[in-house]
């Protein structure tokens, strides 16, 4: 039932993928993403995430509202089509060759619905649900492994976080240098 | 403490130290620099027949190092002296480099570890790019190609000493003896050999000598490629032909092969040349011929000839470029075009360059002759057993012998000889005497190696290193020299018998307009035709547009593929990613597959 | 030394604390920064000969996060921090001059250490996954710091093409997670032992071989090197070719190969022929270039392709060989970027026709960058020279006699190429050089001086790091390699 | 099946990254590349008839065990989303940037550092 549910929503989101990378107009793109972001959202909802979908709803808001702030006053521009063909026809063969490759692998994971902890006892996610509430005192076992037993992946994605958005800023930054330089700087004249 | 490692350890302290102090002191530098190479030379002299301990094996200080490590510091004293008042400007680093390139000849000479010789083989590359580089920055490009050429030929030295490594296991040169049985003990040889030709200038690796000549400071000249790396490179030859691989006789051929084309090419391409300084560094390149063969002719007379000859050609090559150095210094050229007459304002640097250019002709009684000849009759005796083409070897050093010969009297003519050029300057006269002091005491070398030939160079010095020299077949050279002397006898009685009585010099009547100053003779024209002739004209356009060279022939096809690949760098963003693709799809498949 | 989370903790919380304490202190970004990496510097050589696994938290390594020392992480760890030091250092007068924003440009340079640091100390693959990006976020924007069209494209370059790797690596770690449950590389390794290869393997360790010789600047993933590397400030250059594409490239490379997967005979292979190819195509494309960086960085791709050449190789021989190699790349290359960043702090130069005859007016700079040149060249008596010794004699043990004349070759090139800067910048004259370029210019500040001088003499005498050989400095980072799969796995979980 | 349509949509964003002229494109890709692999994590730690891994009566942990969800790649997850946002917000700087340097979102005129 969630199998074919959830089928239909990554149909979906293939379709609406593929419109908003072929779509001229940026804004609209853009649109179709937020919806594959909704979709994705639903999805972690059906299997069993709720914190993770409400937190890629909220990202989804923000990450919308990020990309229309980039589009939304250079909308005249628009470039369609793709790179010239020669490259564009080896590029899409490339991609095909690699997409039958990794099917390969793809057809080999566990049946959809049996999780891979099943086979291992010893998985630490087993550890987790076994013994989580008891180590850490948490009735949620998320909210255990991402503060305590895996605290360091936290630490480390908020450093990440930090890095970007203090580098979004410092890229925005009105005078990036003291001196104003000549452009042929980096030239190599000829 | 053993005392090498003072030895080496005293003249590279005192470069680092000529490094530091301010240039203003030119004359404490100099003092320095001076007693450095004086301490040396007597220390030489003093191990000469008591060689010091080895050190646990590390050095080795047999009758070769004996000979070369006298010539190395003999050549430095020398240069150090005639340096007195002419080098000037960054006198500290001159006399420093100069310093450090004496260390580390003692240590790569002396070192029995084949990694601590490429050590200080590799410091004399760098000391011999940078004391290039004191010509300004004229002197760029060509410092920049030495180093190319020096420092890549090390390179292969490095993977000759890896080779060896692997092959026997051990890295001291006494312990090693290689028979060449499988091609990587050939390709190792080759290696050894590259390096060495490299450092002397044999062809195909001679182009950066001529390439310098014209730029770099002229004692720099004298002191690296004409005498110490030739003692260095053909050192590094002989050890490698005497001690490292045993005879194989088709690469012996291919050496003295090479080493025959060295000497005919080379003196082909001097025999064209208007600037004094470049004639001199082709000749440099054509007489490391001459060693080449005679160690490559596996005799034990052309062995001792080749080492013979190493150390006469670094005397009288010495003595040329200071006589140069000279001319250059009182008369502001060394063009052959601007030069003219100068044998009678500088009648002491004339008559010892005269001297040092009949030595490298091979006139008797100077030292050039019986070195030349030593090797004539190794290639006889090696074509007695094994090789069948030694009447080719002969007649091409001989050919190059007359060329040589040839070539020195144009440049005499050009300089000394003939009117005084209108271009030179007006008040010409001798050197400091300490520059003279130099340049006399090399061509009185020339002479007392010549007459004293056996007494002095070949019994105290060569012997011991190639034992078993027939001594009836050395001092058998008598008959050749009576005919020779007779002939110049007759030469010049002919000369005096047939010179015209009276000469009536009149001046030059140009329909009353004064004569333009491309109407004398001025030398440099006499071998034109030969430029011109056919086989020869393509010869020489080969060489002028540099397709002969191995740096330019190397460089191209390094560009070609340069060009080829900053084609497909775009710089776009997707062609970069589908590259990453397509690498992926390789892994993927040889993955898959395996 | 055992607490090893203080090589995270410490940079990110100065990261963190350096945005806001500089409004009051003007100062503090430039002494915070050196101090903090010189801090870690010494903390790192405190790790020297030691092997410890640090539990994070004290959870067990199972299911908990560890951290791992042992001889191959501690070396990378000297190795990163050393050049970060001196990269701290140098910047404090380069940004000063140059850029604007100096508390970001600190504050993300050392978000970039604790992600290095971080990535070469853990023992968790999504954790070095995270840790990863941390590094590489900082340094997208560190690359595009001025802000100028080409500084932001090549920015922009350098962002997409790692971002692709990243998300290889992610999906390989998804697909690893999905098979064996488990995110610890012990864990993992030994799993990987037990569980015949099958297809889902495979393709991970190609995505992940990708993903990582991506950040490796192996050919045919070296697209962004160039680019990013001239952009660059100077001293973040430094930090990109000494640290960045070392322990995110190379040393995860190398640790997934050899203690995860485990070498055999493909990968070896293919790991010398792309070696091999990096070293010609490296060398070559920096022959043609007149930019002082961009020449600079194409050889980094060439002497990674020595280090992966030398760890295909495989020879406790090579291994040794490859690791000395990373150091001495670690030396003399950022000293190299430390060079141009001192002639275009007095001069405004980086094309080599504009510049000439500094050798006299820059004489730190340029003796620095003289044996520096020499040391990448392997000339003798220098550091590169040993390491790169090494490699051909391990290539022509190992019965590969013709990539050991490959190296040599590639060594010759770079010997060509580095004779072109020295002859264009310090000796000679370029071709359109005037005067007026250099009248004015003088000596770099001192601080710029020490971090050249430091590296110049570590490039002159790193070779008697080598006295012992393999029972020397490198014998617990060599061994930690060579033993393979096992010894790490019994280090990890202790069975 | 539904993996393998994850790993459509994985290759559908690579085709935008790999393809696509335009920076907000490849911007897109890179998300598209994100969304999948995240959704590719949470699907493989799904069970059939599984519960959401919080413990509601503490009595039930064995059976917790048995019949919840895989914990571990939602952590992941959530990091992974987070760092996402991060990666995005810079990116899109930098694309602003480009576009008031360059006047155009087209990658391939920006290729003034090339050979």
């Not at chain 3, 070719?241 to 070392?246: L, Q, R």
Request: glycine share 8%.
């Amino acid at each position: 039932m969630i199998e074919a549910l959830i089928s239909m929503l990554l149909v979906f989101m293939i379709i609406a993928a593929t419109i908003a990378l072929e779509m001229t107009d940026l804004l609209s793109a853009v649109i179709s993403i937020g919806a594959v972001g909704i979709v994705v959202s639903i999805c972690f909802l059906l299997v069993g995430a709720p914190d993770i979908a409400s937190t890629q709803l909220v990202v989804e808001v923000l990450t919308i509202v990020i990309l229309i702030r980039a589009t939304i006053r250079h909308d005249l521009v628009t470039i369609d089509g793709d790179r010239e063909f020669f490259g564009l026809t080896v590029t899409i063969a490339l991609l095909l060759v690699f997409f039958i490759f990794g099917l390969k692998a793809f057809w080999n994971l566990p049946e959809f619905g049996v999780p891979a902890i099943s086979e291992f006892p010893d998985a630490a996610s087993n550890h987790y649900l076994l013994k989580g509430f008891e180590e850490t005192g948490s009735r949620n076992i998320l909210a255990a492994i991402i503060f305590d037993y895996r605290g360091v992946d936290t630490f480390a994605q908020l450093c990440a976080l930090f890095a970007g958005i203090w580098g979004a800023f410092a890229i925005m930054r009105v005078q990036s240098k003291k001196k104003k330089k000549k452009e042929d700087l980096y030239h190599d004249k000829k | 403490m053993n005392i090498i490692y003072y030895l080496i350890g005293l003249p590279i302290a005192a470069g680092l130290a000529c490094l530091i102090i301010p240039e203003r002191a030119r004359v404490l530098i100099w003092g320095i620099a001076f007693d450095v190479c004086f301490i040396l030379f007597s220390a030489f002299l003093f191990f000469f027949s008591r060689p010091p301990d080895p050190a646990n094996g590390m050095f080795v200080w047999d009758a070769l190092a004996n000979l070369t490590l006298l010539g190395a510091g003999f050549f430095s004293l020398i240069v150090c002296v005639y340096s007195y008042k002419m080098i000037v400007e960054s006198a500290g680093r001159y006399y420093g480099y100069l310093l450090i390139t004496l260390g580390a000849t003692i240590g790569a000479v002396a070192s029995n570890n084949l990694i601590l010789m490429s050590v200080f083989w590799g410091i004399l590359a760098i000391t011999l790019y940078l004391m290039i580089n004191l010509g300004g920055s004229d002197a760029a490009y060509p410092a920049k190609k030495t180093f190319i050429m020096v420092g890549g030929s090390d390179s292969f030295l490095i993977l000759g000493i890896a080779i060896i490594w692997v092959l026997t296991g051990s890295l001291n040169i006494t312990e090693i003896r290689i028979q060449i049985d499988s091609w990587l003990a050939a390709s190792a040889f080759l290696c050894f050999v590259c390096a060495s030709f490299a450092k002397a200038g044999g062809m195909p690796l001679h182009t950066w000598i001529p390439e310098i000549s014209e730029k770099a400071p002229v004692s720099v000249m004298a002191c690296l490629p004409a005498s110490l790396d030739k003692l260095l490179g053909i050192y590094l030859l002989a050890r490698v032909c005497l001690n490292l691989f045993s005879y194989h006789e088709s690469l012996w051929f291919l050496l003295r092969l090479l080493g025959s084309i060295t000497i005919v090419a080379a003196v082909f391409l001097a025999l064209i040349q208007h600037n004094m300084k470049k004639l001199l560094a082709y000749h440099a390149v054509s007489q490391v011929g001459y060693m080449i063969v005679g160690i490559a002719s596996g005799t034990p007379v052309g062995i001792a000839g080749g080492l013979f000859h190493m150390l006469n050609h670094a005397i009288y090559k010495c003595c040329l470029f200071l006589g140069a150095g000279n001319v250059e210094k009182q008369a502001g050229s060394t063009e052959l075009d601007n030069l003219g007459g100068l044998g009678r304002v500088l009648p002491v640097t004339f008559t010892c360059f005269l001297f040092a250019s009949l030595a490298i002709s091979g006139i008797p009684p100077f030292n050039g002759f019986f070195s030349k000849w030593m090797i004539y009759q190794g290639l006889v005796e090696s074509g007695k057993s094994t090789d069948q083409s030694w009447i080719l070897w002969i007649v091409m050093a001989m050919v190059g012998s007359g060329l040589t010969l040839a070539s020195f009297m144009k440049i005499i003519h050009a300089t000394f000889l003939g009117h005084v050029s209108s271009n030179l300057k007006k008040r010409i006269f001798e050197p400091h005497w300490t520059a003279l002091f130099s340049v006399i005491v090399l061509a009185a070398l020339c002479l007392v190696f010549g007459i004293f030939y056996y007494r002095i160079p070949l019994k105290l010095m060569i012997a011991p290193i190639s034992q078993g020299i027939n001594i009836q077949n050395v001092s058998g050279m008598f008959l050749p020299l009576a005919f020779i002397v007779c002939g110049i006898i007759l030469g010049i009685i002919l000369y005096f018998v047939l010179k015209p009585r009276s000469i009536r010099i009149a001046p030059v009547f140009v329909g009353g307009e004064t004569p333009a100053e491309g109407m004398k003779v001025s030398g440099t024209d006499f071998y034109n035709p030969i430029r011109s002739a056919r086989f020869f004209k393509t010869m020489y356009r080969a060489s002028e547009n540099k397709s002969t060279d191995i740096y330019d022939v190397f460089k191209s096809i390094a560009s070609y593929f340069t060009e080829g690949l900053r084609v497909i760098h775009t710089g776009i963003l997707g062609t970069y990613l589908t590259w990453i693709l397509f690498g992926l799809m390789i892994f993927l498949y040889l993955f898959v597959k395996w | 030394m055992d607490n090893l989370s203080l090589f995270i903790s410490i940079p990110a919380a100065v990261a963190f604390f350096i945005p806001i304490a500089s409004h009051r202190f003007k100062w503090f970004p430039d002494v915070s920064a050196s101090v903090t990496t010189f801090i870690l510097l010494l903390l790192s050589l405190m790790t020297l000969n030691h092997e410890t696994v640090y539990r994070m938290g004290n959870w067990p390594a199972s299911y908990g996060i560890v951290f791992v020392l042992d001889g191959f992480s501690c070396m990378m760890l000297i190795i990163v921090n050393l050049i970060c030091f001196l990269a701290a250092l140098f910047s404090v007068d380069y940004i000063e001059k140059f850029y604007t924003s100096k508390l970001r440009y600190y504050s993300l340079l050392l978000l970039v250490v604790t992600g290095m640091n971080g990535t070469i100390l853990t023992g968790d693959i999504f954790n070095l996954f995270i840790f990863l990006e941390v590094a590489l976020i900082a340094s997208y924007t560190l690359v595009g710091f001025g802000c100028s069209s080409r500084n932001l494209e090549a920015s922009f370059k350098y962002l997409a093409i790692n971002l692709l790797a990243s998300y290889f690596i992610l999906l390989a770690i998804a697909l690893l997670y999905g098979k064996f449950a488990s995110l610890n590389m012990a864990v993992l390794s030994q799993l990987m032992k037990v569980n015949p290869v099958d297809n889902i393997m495979v393709f991970a360790f190609v995505l992940l071989f990708v993903g990582f010789g991506i950040k490796a600047a192996m050919v045919p993933f070296h697209g962004w090197v160039a680019d990013a590397y001239t952009s660059a400030p100077a001293p973040v250059s430094a930090i990109l070719a000494g640290g960045i594409i070392k322990a995110l490239g190379i040393y995860v490379l190398m640790r997934f190969v050899y203690n995860i997967f485990g070498m055999n005979y493909l990968i070896s292979t293919i790991f010398i022929y792309a070696g091999a190819m990096s070293i010609v195509v490296g060398v070559l494309m920096a022959l043609g270039q007149w930019n002082f960086k961009r020449l600079l960085a194409y050889h980094s791709i060439s002497q990674m392709g020595y280090i992966v050449l030398a760890f295909g190789i495989g020879t406790p021989l090579a291994i040794l060989g490859g690791i000395f190699h990373i150091l001495n790349h670690s030396l003399f290359k950022p000293l190299l970027f430390l060079n141009a960043g001192s002639v275009e702090y007095e001069t405004g130069k980086r094309n080599l026709n504009n510049m000439g005859s500094l050798s006299k007016k820059m004489p730190v700079t340029a003796v620095s960058s003289l044996i520096a040149s020499f040391s990448i060249s392997g000339i003798p008596p220098f550091s590169g020279f040993w390491s790169k010794f090494l490699i051909i004699v391990a290539a022509i043990q190992a019965d590969k006699p013709v990539f050991a004349l490959w190296a040599v070759i590639g060594s010759i090139l770079t010997l060509a190429s580095f004779s072109k800067i020295q002859r264009y910048v310090f000796f000679g004259k370029g071709k359109y050089f005037k005067d007026e370029v250099i009248s004015e210019v003088k000596e770099v500040p001192y601080l710029m001086r020490v971090s050249m001088i430091v590296l110049a003499i570590f490039c002159s005498f790193a070779g008697f790091l080598l006295l012992g050989g393999l029972n020397g400095i490198f014998g617990p980072a060599v061994n930690a390699l060579a033993g393979g799969t096992d010894l790490y796995i019994t280090r990890i979980l202790g069975r | 099946m539904i993996y393998t349509l994850c790993f459509i949509l994985f290759v559908i964003g690579l085709y935008g990254v790999v393809c696509k002229k335009n920076i907000v494109k490849i911007i897109l890709g890179f998300l598209i590349m994100e969304y999948s692999i995240n959704l590719f994590l949470i699907l493989l730690g799904w069970r059939k008839q599984g519960f959401v891994p919080v413990v509601e009566n503490l009595a039930g942990v064995e059976n917790l065990v048995a019949q919840s969800v895989d914990p571990l790649p939602q952590a992941m997850v959530l990091i992974s989303i987070i760092l996402g946002l991060g990666i995005l917000s810079l990116m899109v700087s930098i694309a602003i940037r480009l576009y008031q340097r360059y006047g155009t979102f087209d990658i391939t005129e920006m290729n003034k550092l090339k050979n």
